[in-house]
Nanobody, 124 residues
């Protein structure tokens, strides 16, 4: 059974940086593509970033500002967010594929395992 637990969200001002974390239990993250998604109030869940074996893939809206990474020794995936904007406000979700491939997919349906989310609020 895979469990993903996000942490590190909070309230920050525009222009600040924040790193959210996702700790996995039950299986090692080194054997899975991992993704970050977010959902703002009244909006659909949207793709933010994905990490394959080493390849990364970002949504255009965060490219150059966000970085996805993993620490296999801690079984943790990170999303470092710089130059935050009010439109980055959302609940951020970690997702894992564990499908034998390392495809950096932007499709939520390619990730069967999800965390509970962590709130990130950016004030203007």
């Amino acid at each position: 059974q895979v469990q993903l637990v996000e942490s590190g969200g909070g309230l920050v001002q525009a222009g600040a940086s924040l790193t959210v974390s996702c700790v996995a239990s039950g299986r090692t993250i080194s054997s899975s593509a991992m993704g970050w998604f977010r959902q703002a109030p009244g909006k659909d869940r949207e793709f933010v970033a994905a990490l394959g074996r080493s390849a990364t893939y970002y949504a255009d809206s965060v490219k150059g500002r966000f970085t996805i990474s993993r620490d296999n020794s801690k079984n943790t995936v990170y999303l470092q967010m710089n130059s935050l904007k009010p439109e980055d406000t959302a609940v951020y979700y970690c997702a894992a594929a564990y499908n034998g491939r390392y495809t950096t997919s932007a499709r939520p349906n390619d990730y069967p395992y999800w965390g509970q989310g962590t709130q990130v609020t950016v004030s203007s």
